[in-house]
């Protein structure tokens, strides 16, 4: 009479939940399959034992991510005078293991719990994944391998960068086992990860002003949170004799350096997003992840780098959204020589927080005259003026009329539509935009 174990598994006949088991055993210790035994230990036999071999072979390799088939064997036995249907199956090294159609979650991820074969919990999935993988989140494997690039490979291709299947696996996307890593995951329209802007009409975070969430491809994020921040980094135009001068409350570099470090530097093993907070005087910027271990937060103001993201800082630096690694925290600083106020830098064992001031505000000496322009709402105004004037108007007209990039005239103007302000005809270069 045989026991059900935690390595010992029964079944009377060939049924599809062996395939979970299997699973479970891959994932956990290694265990034994026997087909043609009742759950009470009484030895039946199966009637056809090399069909119901063959059947089992076919649904492991079928049905089982990634392949198991090395950590398995499947043989005939004869106990007690009757033939078994055996499968033996060792703890595998490409852990978690899981159904093909399920993906890398609990319903498709199987351990053994005793003599059961239950889904794994999300903690039980990430330690296997740390296991396999090393500390390195970008080269682990991605729990989600249906994945969609479509902002990436735009963006790509908008820098003259080639992004087939040959550059993706140099870059990282693809693992040595053949799977999307977590660093595709990243760049795709599935990335789990977002970011938090707010904008805040007092010293606290007591009055929203505005508030937007950003998700999608890390690439998509970067570039639509800076089109957002610049439709509210405030611009104050002046004279200085004859001469018009605009100055913008938030160094567009500063902005621009701050934003980057936080994308490429952040910790995208934990879950929480990154912030932006946008107050009258002051913009903050927190990112998910302390310092990398070893690295001191003077190491960094000196200018000492250490990537806790290579892979994914060495595609920003190919699409030329960084130049060189180490120089941001300078620049940074060089966008406020001379201001009265400068940059503060703060970190906490989880978490790395920027606050630029906004020179406007610190400035002891102002231009002569000053027309202010505070926010998206004044350039939705001039927008609006823009509209009565013309009937209709296209996007580049914005660009020109306002003076912000393509992006933050795009984001400008989507922001209108969902309000409702304004209406759109036509599609591609052909839009045209009028008062709804």
Same mark, same amino acid.
């Not at 997003?273 to 913009?283: A, G, K, Q, Y």
């Given at each position: 009479?045989?026991?059900?174990?935690?390595?010992?598994?029964?079944? @009377?006949?060939?049924?599809?939940?062996?395939?979970?088991?299997?699973?479970?055993?891959?994932?956990?210790?290694?265990?034994?399959?026997?087909?043609?035994?009742?759950?009470?230990?009484?030895?039946?036999?199966?009637?056809? &034992?090399?069909?119901? #071999?063959?059947?089992?072979?076919?649904?492991?390799?079928?049905?089982?991510?990634?392949?198991?088939?090395?950590?398995?064997?499947?043989?005939?036995?004869? $106990?007690?005078?009757? +033939?078994?249907?055996?499968?033996?199956?060792?703890?595998?090294?490409?852990? &978690?293991?899981?159904?093909?159609?399920?993906?890398?979650?609990?319903?498709?991820?199987?351990?053994?719990?005793? =003599? *059961?074969?239950?889904?794994? =919990?999300?903690?039980?999935?990430?330690?296997?994944?740390?296991?396999?993988?090393?500390?390195?989140?970008?080269?682990?494997?991605?729990?989600?391998?249906?994945?969609?690039?479509? %902002?990436?490979?735009?963006? %790509?291709?908008?820098?003259?960068?080639?992004?087939?299947?040959?550059?993706?696996?140099?870059?990282?996307?693809?693992?040595?086992?053949?799977?999307?890593?977590?660093? *595709? #995951?990243?760049?795709?329209?599935?990335? &789990?990860?977002?970011?938090?802007?707010?904008? %805040?009409?007092?010293?606290?975070?007591?009055?929203?002003?505005?508030?937007?969430?950003?998700?999608?491809?890390?690439?998509?994020?970067?570039?639509?949170?800076?089109?957002?921040?610049?439709?509210?980094?405030?611009?104050?135009?002046?004279?200085?004799?004859?001469? @018009?001068?605009?100055?913008?409350?938030?160094?567009?570099?500063? $902005?621009?350096?701050?934003?980057?470090?936080?994308?490429?530097?952040?910790?995208?093993?934990?879950?929480?997003?990154?912030?932006?907070?946008?107050? &009258?005087?002051?913009?903050?910027?927190?990112?998910?992840?302390?310092?990398?271990?070893?690295?001191?937060?003077?190491?960094?103001? %000196?200018?000492?780098?250490?990537?806790?993201?290579?892979?994914? *800082?060495?595609?920003?630096?190919?699409?030329?959204?960084?130049?060189?690694?180490?120089?941001?925290?300078?620049?940074?600083?060089?966008?406020?020589?001379?201001?009265?106020?400068? +940059?503060?830098?703060?970190?906490?064992?989880?978490?790395?927080?920027?606050?630029?001031?906004?020179?406007?505000?610190?400035?002891?000496? +102002? #231009?002569?005259?000053?027309? +202010?322009?505070?926010?998206?709402?004044?350039?939705?105004?001039?927008?609006?003026?823009?509209?009565?004037?013309?009937?209709?108007?296209?996007?580049?007209? !914005?660009?020109?009329?306002?003076?912000?990039?393509? =992006?933050?005239?795009?984001?400008?103007?989507? #922001?209108?539509?969902?309000?409702?302000? !304004?209406?759109?005809?036509?599609?591609?270069? =052909?839009?045209?935009?009028?008062?709804?």
């Amino acid at each position: 009479m045989f026991i059900e174990d935690k390595t010992h598994e029964f079944k @009377r006949e060939y049924t599809d939940t062996l395939k979970k088991t299997v699973l479970a055993f891959a994932n956990t210790d290694g265990g034994e399959i026997l087909i043609g035994i009742g759950d009470d230990g009484a030895v039946l036999g199966v009637a056809s &034992p090399d069909a119901v #071999l063959l059947q089992a072979a076919d649904a492991i390799r079928n049905a089982v991510r990634p392949d198991v088939t090395m950590f398995t064997t499947c043989e005939v036995r004869q $106990i007690e005078g009757k +033939p078994v249907v055996a499968i033996v199956v060792q703890r595998g090294t490409a852990r &978690p293991y899981y159904l093909a159609g399920k993906g890398i979650r609990p319903e498709g991820v199987f351990v053994r719990h005793g =003599s *059961a074969s239950v889904p794994a =919990s999300e903690a039980a999935i990430l330690a296997m994944l740390r296991e396999t993988t090393g500390e390195s989140y970008e080269a682990g494997r991605s729990r989600l391998q249906e994945l969609e690039f479509t %902002f990436a490979a735009e963006y %790509f291709a908008s820098k003259d960068v080639a992004f087939g299947t040959a550059q993706q696996k140099t870059l990282g996307l693809f693992g040595d086992d053949e799977m999307l890593t977590n660093l *595709a #995951l990243l760049l795709s329209e599935q990335c &789990p990860h977002s970011v938090k802007v707010g904008v %805040f009409g007092g010293a606290d975070k007591a009055s929203f002003l505005d508030r937007r969430e950003f998700s999608g491809s890390i690439l998509r994020q970067v570039v639509e949170v800076f089109a957002f921040v610049d439709l509210h980094n405030p611009i104050r135009s002046g004279y200085e004799g004859l001469n @018009r001068k605009d100055e913008r409350g938030y160094p567009v570099a500063a $902005i621009r350096e701050v934003l980057l470090n936080a994308a490429v530097h952040r910790d995208y093993g934990l879950s929480a997003s990154t912030l932006v907070s946008i107050f &009258p005087d002051r913009m903050e910027i927190v990112s998910i992840g302390g310092l990398v271990k070893g690295v001191s937060l003077s190491d960094v103001l %000196f200018g000492v780098s250490a990537l806790r993201n290579p892979r994914l *800082a060495n595609i920003f630096y190919r699409l030329q959204l960084i130049e060189a690694y180490g120089t941001g925290i300078a620049k940074i600083k060089g966008s406020y020589i001379g201001s009265a106020t400068q +940059p503060e830098i703060a970190v906490s064992d989880n978490a790395f927080k920027v606050i630029l001031p906004n020179l406007e505000i610190a400035k002891t000496r +102002p #231009l002569q005259t000053t027309v +202010p322009v505070a926010s998206a709402d004044a350039r939705e105004e001039k927008v609006l003026v823009l509209l009565r004037e013309r009937g209709h108007i296209s996007r580049k007209d !914005i660009q020109d009329a306002i003076g912000v990039s393509q =992006s933050a005239a795009i984001l400008l103007l989507r #922001l209108m539509l969902t309000k409702g302000i !304004i209406r759109k005809t036509g599609q591609g270069k =052909s839009s045209a935009y009028m008062l709804a």
